[in-house]
């Protein structure tokens, strides 16, 4: 299965800045998903990434507050914008893997303080 | 939209007990998975449940998708430490459940 490489796996930020998040894939992806994980909660998908197009996003998120790149099939990056206390959570990327369903990066631990 | 409920939230059983976390869905799924993600870590895929009826085993564990493929279930018979985690059921379309977080008595 495909090997995802996450960073940074930890960060404190100030409120009102900004942390990029980039996902490296080991393969080439047709999509990478973003998922948020907020303490001791599910996960929930924030946007879905295709190279070469705009990134979906899903019901609650916004390009502007969480914007994607996707620059070629093995590389993304989720962008928090504006950080608020309230965005303090675990942020995941994924890959399909068919039946073997999704892999996900080691996460990104993110406290704004 | 679609959801999984699962239940129980959380589960504290003595180590050497059986454990069981369930999946439910008020609509058919094509397919269901389970994850098992361990304090700290990231979610990892443990299995995919496809066939009506269909039971799958991976050593301890024994998954279940129901005949109506609405419901699911994960069991794990004698429990180590090891399984110490929150188990998620996700369904298509990115749908995860709110998992089962499991802990084990010494």
């Known amino acids: 299965s495909a090997v995802i490489s996450q960073k940074p796996s930890r960060d404190i930020c100030q409120r009102g800045t900004s942390l990029t998040i980039q996902c490296q894939v080991d393969s080439q992806v047709t999509m990478m998903f973003w998922y948020r994980q907020q303490p001791g909660q599910s996960l929930t998908l924030i946007a879905t990434a295709n190279q070469g197009s705009e990134a979906t996003y899903e019901s609650g998120f916004v390009i502007d507050k969480f914007p994607i790149s996707r620059p070629n099939l093995t590389f993304s990056t989720l962008t928090v914008s504006n950080m608020s206390p309230e965005d303090s959570s675990i942020y995941l990327c994924?890959?399909?893997?068919?039946?073997?369903?999704?892999?996900f990066g080691s996460g990104t631990r993110l406290t704004v303080v | 939209g679609q959801q999984v409920m699962q239940i129980p939230q959380y589960q504290h059983v003595q180590e050497g007990e059986d454990f069981t976390t369930y999946c439910n869905s008020s609509t058919t799924l094509s397919n269901i998975q389970w994850y098992k993600q361990r304090p700290g870590g990231h979610p990892v895929f443990l299995i995919q449940?496809?066939?009506?009826?269909e039971v799958k085993k991976q050593k301890r564990l024994t998954f279940q998708f129901g005949e109506a493929k609405k419901n699911s279930s994960l069991h794990i018979t004698a429990t180590q430490t090891t399984d110490v985690g929150t188990y998620f059921c996700?369904?298509?379309?990115?749908?995860f459940g709110k998992g089962t977080r499991l802990h084990i008595l010494p």
């Open positions: 996700a369904g298509p379309s990115f749908i």
């Open positions: 994924s890959v399909e893997q068919g039946a073997s369903g999704y892999t």
């Open positions: 449940l496809v066939k009506s009826g």
